[in-house]
């Protein structure tokens, strides 16, 4: 039997030993690109079409276990050697943690962490990733010395980050920050991705109008590149954003053995995508079900009502309309679907509950504010461009109880701790399954029971009515409940008591299970 041997420096990974060695790895690792036939490199057949995962002999070490699989498959024995790899022997107890206070599914992640050098946690929004990090990096730093790099998707959850560390910490350990426009390193540095980018030199050749212009060179910055380049070990928050270029690019740049990520939907169901994220991180190594922690009182139970009624919809588009078009008209600029919207949080605002409302364009963002706050709710709006002071403030009001509702877009979509969120209304029938999911996870912290979420199926055409019923199984597969509600008041007509179903959930529920069998 031939043998090989993968040899794993970091980020990186080589194979020896083995014949023909770049087929292997090729056949092995590399994806087809559902999208080759758009590309002009495959149909002039200078391209085969798959994305390549290996240079030569060199690979992501996160894919050691997919080439390591194959080759045992063929009959070759494999070694694989690691500096930093091995399992830290450190019980996870209140002696160890100190101020930091940890539930089971909590101390297992930690364990899960300590026992293996890399891999993503699929930890659902709620769960405490934050501590779950807090405690990894602490054992880490204090047992081997290790230092650790947080990596978020934006300056503002970065900051918020910050904040949680130090309160965990104390004066115990130095938590740092790199992005918001400070600059301070320590034990644990936090930074978001638009901000880490900078390390590296960059050219390009941007003109007027898109046209190729006079090249331009941009130096890297030092001091990012050192903070890159000098972690010990490597948190990707909200993983499922590795599998984009960009994080892709800090996180193979980070030489850190141990690296984690963590995300409530880590997977796309994308190949490229997915592999480029276990490339970055390793496999999935732990799995807390949101099921799981609504069972024991640690998440608040989503009841999901999907209004799919005709008057909440507006005019049928006709079959030839593009999505991008029946998009516009059927969602952003149609008048019955955002009519429906306000009256949805008018009437959850009328029995005290606190709501978040999420849209995705601006355009659709200015209809919305002009609506909701036409009818009397008091509300707060956040957008891309609003300052950072001032969605600190929008969260500070709606937690405290003045303000009746949140509009915001996709700038919380994810990783913003909002508290007090009791009610969500989805407004903009996104397609991607992952937001969806994402976004009602704004409402399962633990702050109350369980949380009204209000989502819409655009009946106007077949390809807005397709993504809802997806989202809709995105829900059912997380085990959430989900009732249809195909009667809506037409325009002008009182609001009935029993406009959405949660005051009623249990029967509604039954009648839909009833309907299914």
Same mark, same amino acid.
């Given at each position: ?31 087809? #690109? ?32 997919? &080439?390591?699989?194959? &080759? ?20 996870? #107890? ?8 940890? =539930?089971?599914?909590?101390? /297992? ?8 050098? %890399? ?21 880490? =730093? /204090? /047992? ?37 426009? %400070? +600059? ?10 638009? *901000? &880490? ?5 960059? *050219? $390009?050749?941007?003109?007027? +109008? ?27 928050? /909200? ?18 053995? %141990? ?115 036409? $009818? ?5 709006? @956040? ?7 001032? +969605? ?9 109880? !003045? @303000? ?7 700038? =919380? ?8 969120? #009791?009610?969500?209304? &989805? ?34 055409? +077949? ?30 007509? !009182? ?9 009623? =959930? ?12």
């Amino acid at each position: 039997m031939s043998a090989a041997k993968i040899t794993i420096h970091g980020a990186w990974a080589a194979l020896e030993g083995v014949a023909a060695a770049d087929s292997e790895l090729h056949a092995a690792l590399s994806v087809l #690109d559902p999208r080759r036939f758009f590309k002009r490199a495959f149909r002039e057949r200078r391209w085969d079409g798959r994305v390549r995962f290996h240079s030569g002999c060199r690979f992501p070490a996160g894919l050691v276990g997919i &080439l390591a699989d194959r &080759l045992r498959g063929r009959g070759i024995e494999v070694s694989a050697r690691s500096a930093g790899g091995g399992k830290i022997e450190v019980p996870v #107890d209140p002696e160890c943690l100190r101020g930091i206070r940890l =539930w089971p599914h909590q101390i /297992e992640a930690v364990q899960v962490m300590l026992a293996r050098p %890399r891999g993503y946690l699929e930890e659902p929004t709620g769960s405490g990733k934050t501590a779950v990090i807090a405690a990894a990096a602490r054992i880490f =730093w /204090e /047992e081997k010395g290790w230092r650790s790099l947080v990596l978020t998707s934006r300056a503002g959850i970065a900051v918020q980050t910050v904040d949680a560390l130090r309160g965990f910490y104390g004066d115990e350990i130095d938590v740092g920050i790199a992005g918001d426009g %400070r +600059r301070e390193d320590g034990v644990v540095t936090v930074s978001n991705a638009q *901000t &880490l980018m900078r390390f590296r030199p960059r *050219t $390009s050749q941007r003109g007027k +109008r898109g046209k190729r212009g006079k090249q331009q060179h941009t130096s890297g910055d030092p001091h990012l590149r050192e903070l890159v380049e000098s972690a010990d070990v490597l948190f990707v928050d /909200e993983a499922h954003h590795a599998s984009s270029e960009t994080w892709y690019e800090i996180a193979m740049a980070c030489p850190a053995v %141990r690296r984690y990520g963590l995300s409530g939907t880590p997977a796309k169901d994308d190949e490229i995508a997915d592999r480029r994220l276990i490339a970055t991180t390793g496999s999935c190594i732990h799995r807390t079900a949101a099921t799981d922690l609504i069972d024991v009182g640690l998440a608040a139970k989503p009841k999901i009502a999907m209004v799919m009624a005709e008057c909440a919809s507006g005019p049928s588009l006709a079959r030839d309309v593009g999505y991008a078009e029946a998009y516009q008209r059927g969602v952003v600029g149609s008048v019955p679907h955002n009519a429906a919207v306000v009256r949805a949080v008018s009437w959850l605002v009328d029995r005290g509950r606190r709501v978040l409302v999420l849209c995705r364009k601006r355009e659709h963002f200015v209809r919305l504010e002009q609506g909701i706050r036409g $009818s009397g709710v008091r509300l707060a709006s @956040v957008w891309g461009a609003t300052e950072m002071s001032t +969605r600190l403030e929008a969260k500070r009001a709606f937690s405290a109880g !003045e @303000v009746d509702a949140v509009l915001a877009t996709t700038v =919380w979509d994810e990783g913003e701790d909002v508290r007090g969120i #009791d009610a969500i209304v &989805l407004a903009e029938g996104v397609k991607v399954e992952t937001s969806a999911v994402q976004r009602i996870g704004r409402g399962m912290r633990r702050d109350s029971a369980d949380v009204w979420v209000v989502d819409f199926v655009p009946l106007s055409h +077949r390809r807005l009515a397709q993504h809802a019923m997806q989202r809709c199984q995105a829900y059912e597969n997380r085990g959430y409940e989900v009732v249809v509600v195909d009667r809506w008041p037409t325009a002008g007509a !009182e609001t009935p008591h029993d406009l959405l179903p949660f005051e009623r =959930w249990d029967d509604a529920a039954r009648d839909r299970r009833s309907a299914a069998s």
